[in-house]
């Protein structure tokens, strides 16, 4: 009932910055909570950042914290995630997601209703 897609991935240098973009359709934005995943090669997706419905709230892993900012436009139907300081372990398939239930629970099992097709982020040292 929605469809995510994802834009922005690429290459980058250690230390240098991507922005990531997730475009939504369907039913209406503004009702879900947003966040980003990622998995790396031989590695469990993990969970990246999450934002509430009105965007006034945010969650982020440990290891991206200080780093990364999620962002949303309700007007547009998009999330973002601006990636900083980025980290040969950053790289990764990066997924957008959305969740009808509270952004906090985004990163526990069963927190995600719906999965875009990923973008690549490579990170080169």
């Known amino acids: 009932q929605v469809q995510l897609v994802e834009s922005g991935g690429g290459l980058v240098q250690a230390g240098g910055s991507l922005r990531l973009s997730c475009a939504a359709s369907?039913?209406?934005?503004?009702?879900?909570?947003m966040g980003w995943f990622r998995q790396a090669p031989g590695k469990e997706r993990e969970f990246v950042a999450a934002?509430?419905?009105?965007?006034?709230?945010?969650e982020y892993a440990v290891s991206v914290k200080g780093r990364f900012t999620i962002s949303r436009d309700n007007a547009k139907n998009t999330v973002s995630l601006q990636m900083n300081s980025l980290k040969p372990e950053d790289m990764a398939v990066y997924y957008c997601?959305?969740?009808?239930?509270?952004?906090?629970?985004?990163?526990?099992?069963?927190?995600?209703?719906?999965w875009g097709q990923g973008t690549q982020v490579t990170v080169s040292s």
């Open positions: 369907g039913r209406t934005f503004s009702n879900y909570a």
């Open positions: 997601a959305a969740g009808d239930g509270s952004y906090s629970l985004m990163g526990r099992p069963y927190g995600v209703d719906y």
């Open positions: 934002i509430s419905r009105s965007g006034a709230s945010t």
